[in-house]
């Protein structure tokens, strides 16, 4: 089985690490369903010149993939 978890994040000043944050606790909310790989993706800050959406993904547990961002 898979999942998809979303979070839109509109005019409410957040970091880029509470919102990495928020999609790793909805990731591990859905965890039940298989994990036999896990990913996210986040949008560049705006205004940036590299402002381009970063993909990270890992196989396995999510914990696989808090580690990797993380560590």
């Known amino acids: 089985m898979c999942g ?3 979070y ?3 005019l409410t000043p957040k970091t880029r690490s509470e919102i990495i944050d928020v999609l790793i606790k909805g990731l591990q909310r859905m ?3 298989g994990y036999d790989s896990a990913g ?3 949008g560049g800050e ?3 010149p590299d402002d381009e959406t970063v993909l990270i ?3 396995g547990k999510v914990s696989n993939l808090a ?5």
């Open 8 to 10: 839109l994040n509109f």
């Open 67 to 71: 580690e990797s961002i993380k560590g």
């Open 57 to 59: 993904r890992k196989a």
């Open 31 to 33: 965890e039940y369903r």
């Open 4 to 6: 998809i978890f979303a």
């Open 46 to 48: 705006p205004g940036c």
């Open 40 to 42: 996210i993706g986040i």
